[in-house]
């Protein structure tokens, strides 16, 4: 039936005709690459939400300190080479010599401070920045130390997904990036299109590594899954990212369509976040034991999976996988919660962006099972973060789980002074708090995990998040498209620059 819709929607949208099963082919004459991405690019900012970025756009503009590789592991990039000091506290980074931003401007020590201090004075990015790099020292124009905010911060992984590097002066001068961008990535902004949220840009000929194959990049905006399939089609896109369904990646397969998938860091997570449940330790407990994780794959296009095993994914968990007990599905004892809960009957809201609502469903049809009343909310990703903000959210489903992160990490933004507690989201107790206090202190990786697993364990029992199942991500792409790879997926990090136009 949907295959059927996504043909309707191809024949009433395309000005071109499909071709039975066969993926249209891109205009190569335009070399122009075009891109649906997760979320709508509402400036360049990278240190503002407000003017918030999608990651393909920035990943694009933006030099970074380091690059993932097609392993997920962090790879030089304007960091050319880096050791670890002995007591494990500092990384020792030499930097690129040969790197100039567009105006000019070299890149150098200075410029990574200055831009570390952008992140750290910014309201959006300041704690997290924090958390991992406590401290930048110079040691002489393209050498520095950089210091772990605590004993399991990954610096380099965490600096292929934020930190960007650009033009301090231009930074300042430039009104945030509101009108151009002064940095040194792969590709340049052309034009910023306020109206329709495009944007649109040009190979960096200066690139560091070398001008991209591909000369222009269109990065649009989000669309409904159908509609982004029907895009593909058409072959009015050639890259549609991670909001594909489950239904429509298979019909883009099944039509000869390239698809690469990635897993490892995250998993399908329910969050319960402010009122009711900040206040009420059993009506949390309740809707953790009342959720069936199998019928939440199953509604989601995930028959075979199994609920998660461990407290976060199997790659994030790392050495503490396989050592924690997961609470799981009992109607009984969830029934038993409720009953000593604050509960009045009134009606929830599951707030979420659209490729999350089949998870929705069947988790609403377990409260109401259990006598909890839901609504349900689908809303673009931009107005789900700023309900996430001002804590309005009651209850989310997301993809949880970072490939730049650790256990202890993740657990953190959950403390009475992390980023959710400190939005009034979460409300956390003494011995969570000590546990992870004591963990960030412990350079010994041995000594350091029955704190963490304290934690853990606290962590299930306070029930704020609630993991359901381990998940992946999609990539669909054109196939005269070539040089993705599935690790883009995982991490949701594009490097345009591998890109080519199958010959």
């Not at 990786?445 to 029930?463: V, W």
Request: hydrophobic residues 40%; aromatic residues 12%; charged residues 20%.
């Amino acid at each position: 039936m949907k295959k059927l819709l996504s043909m309707a929607l191809t024949l009433a949208l395309a000005l071109v005709c499909l071709t039975g099963l066969t993926p249209a082919l891109a205009d190569k004459a335009n070399d122009t690459l075009v891109l649906i991405p997760y979320a709508i690019n509402q400036g360049f900012d990278p240190n503002n939400s407000n003017a918030s970025c999608d990651k393909i756009t920035s990943h694009a503009l933006f030099a970074f300190l380091w690059d993932y590789d097609e392993n997920g592991n962090a790879a030089p990039s304007l960091v050319d080479s880096w050791t670890e000091s002995e007591d494990g506290t500092y990384l020792m980074c030499t930097l690129r010599d040969d790197v100039v931003f567009t105006d000019g401007t070299p890149f150098n020590a200075d410029v990574v401070i200055a831009c570390y201090e952008s992140a750290l004075a910014s309201e959006y990015m300041g704690y997290t920045t924090k958390s991992v790099v406590d401290k930048i020292e110079k040691v002489d124009d393209y050498n520095i130390n950089m210091y772990k905010g605590a004993s399991y911060s990954s610096i380099p992984v965490y600096c292929c997904e934020y930190m960007p590097m650009f033009s301090p002066e231009a930074y300042e001068a430039e009104d945030h990036f509101a009108k151009t961008v002064v940095s040194a990535g792969p590709y340049v902004l052309d034009r910023f299109d306020e109206v329709t949220n495009y944007v649109y840009m040009k190979a960096n000929p200066d690139y560091f590594r070398g001008e991209p194959a591909i000369k222009n990049v269109e990065v649009r905006v989000p669309l409904d899954s159908a509609v982004a399939l029907v895009s593909l089609e058409t072959g009015e896109s050639q890259i549609s990212c991670i909001t594909l369904s489950n239904a429509d990646i298979q019909i883009a397969a099944d039509e000869g369509f390239p698809v690469y998938t990635g897993s490892g860091w995250s998993t399908k997570t329910l969050l319960l976040w402010g009122e009711p449940f900040l206040n009420d330790d059993n009506l949390r407990l309740a809707i953790n034991y009342g959720v069936n994780r199998v019928n939440a794959a199953i509604y989601n296009g995930q028959e075979n999976t199994e609920p998660c095993g461990d407290y976060y994914a199997e790659k994030l968990m790392g050495s503490f996988a396989g050592k924690t007990e997961m609470i799981g599905y009992d109607p009984e004892k969830a029934a038993e919660y409720l009953a000593n809960s604050n509960y009045d009957g009134s009606t929830l809201e599951i707030n979420l962006t659209s490729d999350q609502e089949p998870v929705a469903v069947s988790i609403q049809a377990d409260l109401m099972a259990l006598g909890i009343n839901t609504q349900i909310n689908t809303m673009d990703e931009n107005t789900w973060w700023g309900k996430i903000e001002n804590a309005s959210c009651q209850m989310a489903i997301l993809d949880f789980g970072v490939a730049y992160s650790a256990p202890e990490e993740m657990l953190s933004y959950f403390t009475t002074d992390g980023y959710y507690g400190a939005l009034g989201l979460c409300k956390s107790n003494a011995e969570y708090d000590e546990n992870l206090a004591k963990a960030a202190q412990a350079w010994n990786a041995d000594e350091r995990e029955p704190y963490t697993l304290a934690a853990i364990k606290a962590s299930m029992e306070l029930s704020y998040y609630i993991p359901l199942f381990d998940c992946g991500f999609s990539i669909v792409a054109s196939p005269d498209v070539v040089g993705v790879e599935d690790v883009w997926a995982a991490t949701y990090n594009y490097h345009l620059w591998k890109l080519s136009w199958a010959k």
